[in-house]
T-cell receptor, first 113, second 115 residues
Framework: GENVEQHPSTLSVQEGDSAVIKCTYS??????FPWYKQELGKGPQLIID?????GEKKDQRIAVTLNKTAKHFSLHITETQPEDSAVYFC????????????FGSGTRLSIRP | DTGVSQDPRHKITKRGQNVTFRCDPI?????LYWYRQTLGQGPEFLTY????????KSRLLSDRFSAERPKGSFSTLEIQRTEQGDSAMYLC?????????????FGSGTQLSVL
C-alpha cells in the first residue's frame, strides 16, 4: 500500500520569510496529492491539491510542486504570516477507485514575529 | 452546507467499557471515512464507506472496532472493551469523490481518553 513520508517534523521561520515542506510517496500509481492544515482543536482542512498531470499549482501565497519521476511533492508558503502557524499534512491518493487518502506524519510550522 | 459534525467532542471512559461515536457527514457526500490521530502524528486510516457499503477496513484495526453507516447517512464507530492504547482523536470525514480527486471535509473529532 501507499506510504507517505514528510519532513521536517517542525519548522520555525521568521514572519515574512518562506517555508517549504517536503513529502515523498511510495506508490507510483498515486495521482492526487492534497495538503491539509490543522489548527488546534480542529480537524484538518484542505488548503490546496495537485493532480499528477500537473507539475505546479499556485493559490495566492501557497504553491505546490510535484515531481512524479522522483515521487516527491512540496508545499511552499511565501510571505508567511502569524496565522500560518499550524500543523500541515501532505497526503496521497492511489489510482484505484477503492483507494483512500493516506497522510504524512505532519509538520508543525511556527511563525516568529 | 452545515459541515461534518461529530458527537461527542470528548469522551472519558474506563478500561474495558464500550464506547460509541457518531458522525453526521455533509448530506450530499457519498463517501465517509474514519481516521484516528494520536499526538504528533498524521491521521491514520481506519475504514471507509461508499454510501452504506463498507469498502475497506484497516488491517491495523482490531476486531474490537466496528463501524456502520445505515442507509448511507450518518455513521457510528464502536469500540468494545476499550484499552488505554485506544486513547486518541477519532476523526470523521466525508467526500464526494469525482474522478481522480477527493476532497475530504473533516469534523472536529472525538477525543477519547481511556483511564
Amino acid at each position: 500500500g501507499e506510504n507517505v513520508e514528510q519532513h521536517p517534523s517542525t519548522l520555525s521561520v521568521q514572519e515574512g520569510d518562506s517555508a517549504v515542506i517536503k513529502c515523498t510517496y511510495s506508490d507510483s500509481a498515486s495521482n492526487y496529492f492534497p495538503w491539509y492544515k490543522q489548527e488546534l482543536g480542529k480537524g484538518p482542512q484542505l488548503i490546496i491539491d495537485i493532480r499528477s498531470n500537473v507539475g505546479e499549482k499556485k493559490d495566492q501565497r501557497i504553491a505546490v510542486t510535484l515531481n512524479k519521476t522522483a515521487k516527491h511533492f512540496s508545499l511552499h508558503i511565501t510571505e508567511t504570516q502569524p496565522e500560518d502557524s499550524a500543523v500541515y499534512f501532505c497526503a496521497a491518493l492511489g489510482y484505484s477507485s477503492a483507494s483512500k487518502i493516506i497522510f504524512g506524519s505532519g509538520t508543525r510550522l511556527s511563525i516568529r514575529p | 452546507d452545515t459541515g461534518v459534525s461529530q458527537d461527542p467532542r470528548h469522551k472519558i471512559t474506563k478500561r474495558g467499557q464500550n464506547v460509541t461515536f457518531r458522525c453526521d457527514p455533509i448530506s450530499e457526500h457519498n463517501r465517509l471515512y474514519w481516521y484516528r490521530q494520536t499526538l504528533g502524528q498524521g491521521p491514520e486510516f481506519l475504514t471507509y464507506f461508499q454510501n452504506e457499503a463498507q469498502l475497506e477496513k484497516s488491517r491495523l484495526l482490531s476486531d474490537r472496532f466496528s463501524a456502520e453507516r445505515p442507509k448511507g447517512s450518518f455513521s457510528t464507530l464502536e469500540i468494545q472493551r476499550t484499552e488505554q492504547g485506544d486513547s486518541a482523536m477519532y476523526l470523521c470525514a466525508s467526500s464526494d469523490r469525482t474522478g481522480d480527486s477527493e476532497k475530504l471535509f473533516f469534523g472536529s473529532g472525538t477525543q477519547l481518553s481511556v483511564l
